[in-house]
């Protein structure tokens, strides 16, 4: 039954937001603030539901470090 094993460790990751770990074609991507690599890219928005402000999530596809800035409007 080995479909079994592969449909719940789907189900397990599910849990946590995926994460990219290659730089989509076109990327700019900033130095890492941890591993230094030029693989720091902005990835999700969502807006603060306390300050309202928008807050962009970057990500490292090297490291898989987040790390949110506020976003310009
Ligand atoms: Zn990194």
Redesign the pocket.
């Given at each position: 039954m080995a479909w079994a094993a592969v449909l719940s460790s789907a189900a397990m990751t599910a849990k946590v937001p995926w994460l990219p770990s290659q730089l989509p074609p076109g990327a700019k991507p900033e130095r890492?603030?941890?591993?230094?690599?030029r693989?720091?890219i902005p990835w999700t928005l969502r807006r603060d539901d306390r300050t309202k402000a928008v807050m962009r999530t970057w990500v490292?596809?090297?490291?898989?470090?987040t790390q949110e800035r506020p976003e310009p409007e």
């Open positions: 890492c603030p941890r591993c230094g690599k693989a720091f490292c596809t090297e490291c898989q470090i």
